[in-house]
């Protein structure tokens, strides 16, 4: 069964550097999306992302944080200074048009020292 | 942000008995809900959904209640197994707003044997 894939599953960084997470969608997905989860808060939206442009994104996605398709399956989100708050699991999601049901990959794990 | 609500932060259940897991939002725009499994260290999984058109879904062992006038619905699965453990999460989305997930705090499930 196709499903998303996401590297590293664990980044560890000094606060200020940049970081770039890495997905690669459901091979025949056109819809992408970024989420987020600090550690015991809920699953929250960053980003959409459709036609080789950002669709939507939350106040949290503000000029330190860019996404890119650089090639026809990776799909990446690069921070460009990272903060302590960046800290977080980062779920990166597809889905299919003609349907609603996004699907979401195993997660990259930021730490942020 | 709390437009979707889990109430509950955990619940215990017997094998082979029930369990009803419970998600209640406010925003009344919202027309579609998914439910989503997730183990620790992995992304959720999706698991069932219903539009807001109709008031039940059933998958196999799962099945979704949606009470538009109440704002309420329920993921009952049938029965239990141990490996229905993890937390369960409900998400719902405003279908001409873009296609962000907003998502409740989750609920624990622990199924005992």
């Known amino acids: 069964e196709p499903e998303v894939t996401q590297t590293p599953s664990h980044q560890v960084t000094q606060m200020g550097q940049e970081v770039i997470l890495r997905c690669v969608p459901i091979?025949?997905?056109?819809?992408f999306y970024w989420y987020r989860q600090i550690l015991g808060q809920k699953v929250e939206f960053l980003v959409s992302?459709?036609?080789?442009?950002?669709?939507?994104k939350s106040e949290i996605f503000d000029d330190q944080f860019s996404v890119e398709r650089p090639d026809g399956s990776n799909f990446t989100l690069k921070i460009r200074s990272t903060k302590l708050e960046d800290s977080a699991m980062y779920f990166c999601?597809?889905?299919?048009?003609?349907?609603?049901?996004?699907?979401f990959g195993p997660g990259t794990r930021l730490t942020v020292l | 942000d709390q437009q979707v609500k889990q109430n509950s932060p955990s619940l215990s259940v017997q094998e082979g008995r029930i369990s009803i897991l419970n998600c209640d939002y406010t925003n009344s725009m919202f027309d579609y809900f998914l439910w989503y499994k997730k183990y620790p260290a992995e992304g959720p999984t999706f698991l069932i959904s219903?539009?807001?058109?109709?008031d039940k879904n059933e998958d196999g062992r799962f099945t979704v209640f949606l009470n538009k006038s109440a704002k309420h619905l329920s993921l009952h699965i049938v029965p239990s197994q141990p490996g229905d453990s993890a937390v369960y999460f409900c998400a719902a989305l405003y279908l001409e707003y873009g296609n962000k997930l907003v998502f409740g705090a989750g609920t624990i499930l622990r199924v005992k044997s």
């Open positions: 992302f459709y036609n080789n442009e950002i669709s939507e």
């Open positions: 219903i539009s807001s058109i109709k």
């Open positions: 999601a597809s889905r299919n048009s003609g349907t609603d049901t996004q699907y």
């Open positions: 091979s025949n997905h056109l819809y």
